[in-house]
């Protein structure tokens, strides 16, 4: 009976002992996680948290720039936690700036097996790569932030570049699998030689870009005056053989990009393809005024490759609706990155039924694209807003 009413008391200290200790702990680490400097600081206690010894370390490197005392600190994180990363990348970044070149080296020998597929610490492998001038493994951990971390791309491109000094220089230092996310760089930095040379590389692997990034590519060579070179993309592209208008029909959605057809939006027009009626197939395009505005009208457009120095008829079919105002629509050619061209058709007003016409373009010496636009122009009359309905099918270049 004694034993039992002595039991009591001793169980319950040791239960409020253990729920002090976790009060304790959680605190801690709560306090830790949000890299609370003062509060550690003033409860050396908490020093038996590995974490704490490496944020220790980074203000002695960083802050104080004592590296021995951060490589200390380091080490003592490790002898507590040895499987914090971590704690192993900063000692390896304090040997180096110690002079420990060798002693660096050998700490990432060590971890390579266990971070070689880890994204979490890669980019500091990069780090202590580029400044250990270790090529091998600064290649190896580039390509995989070029395959894995995104948002860390542009900087590590950045480091390849002074690495290797150039962005041509990097190319041969790709794997297959991360030259379509390199390429992506190239376009936004406009490295146009050094893109079209990787694109030639990659149309000669296994894995070659596929439509739509041939497409964007297109754009992106027609972007930088690059018409030739686009133009044999597009080749690719169509993989009909044709090289006149693309989609003549309006048989698909508008690509608003590259070589097809260009649909931009206006508020007082609508802009659709249509299945009412068409000229030829299924599908036709179809342009409805609102009757609200004087309306300036060149938002139908696709650049057409064509061969310098040669004449061609373009071939359309066109109808329209009670279409108002002085200023019809008629369909213009000119010259795409040249000059010397420009043709235009006879505006089309009123009502009329679906009719085929024809536009004699004359290609200048040194012209190799042509754009075809839909336009409208503003009226000068009073009655001038412009409504109704204007249809356009079967567009050839012959």
Not at 49 to 56: D, G, N, Q, R
Not at 323 to 330: K, M, Y
Not at 389 to 397: I, T
Request: aromatic residues 10%; glycine residues 6%; charged residues 25%.
């Amino acid at each position: 009976m004694m034993q039992s009413i002595l039991g009591k008391p001793i169980v319950g200290f040791l239960l409020l002992a253990m729920a002090g200790s976790l009060l304790w702990y959680g605190v801690s680490a709560n306090r830790i996680a949000a890299k609370d400097v003062e509060f550690w600081r003033k409860h050396p206690s908490v020093r038996m948290f590995p974490e704490v010894l490496v944020m220790e370390g980074n203000l002695s490197y960083f802050v104080d720039l004592d590296v021995v005392k951060a490589s200390e600190l380091y080490r003592e994180a490790i002898a507590k936690q040895p499987l914090m990363i971590d704690a192993w990348l900063a000692l390896a970044r304090a040997e180096l700036a110690r002079g420990n070149a060798e002693e660096a080296h050998r700490i990432l020998d060590t971890l390579a097996p266990l971070i070689a597929h880890v994204s979490t610490w890669k980019w500091q492998e990069l780090l202590l790569s580029y400044d250990l001038k270790d090529e091998k493994r600064f290649a190896d951990s580039y390509n995989f932030i070029l395959l894995r971390l995104p948002n860390r791309i542009k900087e590590a491109c950045y480091l390849a570049v002074k690495f290797w000094k150039g962005w041509g220089s990097i190319l041969p230092h790709l794997t297959s699998e991360s030259q379509l996310a390199f390429l992506i760089q190239l376009m936004q930095v406009r490295e146009v030689d050094v893109a079209l040379a990787l694109w030639e590389t990659m149309l000669q692997g296994r894995d070659t870009p596929d439509r739509d990034f041939k497409v964007r590519f297109c754009q992106f060579l027609l972007d930088n005056n690059r018409l030739e070179q686009a133009e044999k993309i597009w080749a690719a592209v169509r993989g009909d053989g044709l090289s006149a208008v693309y989609d003549g029909g309006f048989e698909q959605k508008p690509l608003n990009t590259a070589m097809g057809w260009r649909f931009n939006r206006h508020p007082e027009v609508s802009v659709e393809r249509s299945l009412e009626a068409p000229y030829d197939g299924s599908f036709c395009l179809h342009l409805h005024f609102f009757g609200r505005a004087n309306v300036s009208f060149d938002h139908v457009s696709q650049i057409i490759p064509v061969e310098p120095s040669r004449t061609y008829a373009l071939t359309f079919a066109r109808k329209s609706r009670n279409l108002t105002t002085d200023q019809g629509v008629f369909i213009q050619v000119s010259g795409y990155g040249c000059k010397g061209l420009q043709v235009t058709s006879e505006p089309l007003n009123g009502s009329s039924p679906w009719k085929e016409e024809e536009l004699t373009v004359p290609v200048p010496d040194g012209c190799r694209a042509v754009m075809v636009k839909v336009r409208r122009r503003e009226s000068l009359m009073f009655d001038n807003k412009i409504a109704g309905d204007y249809w356009l099918d079967a567009l050839e270049l012959k």
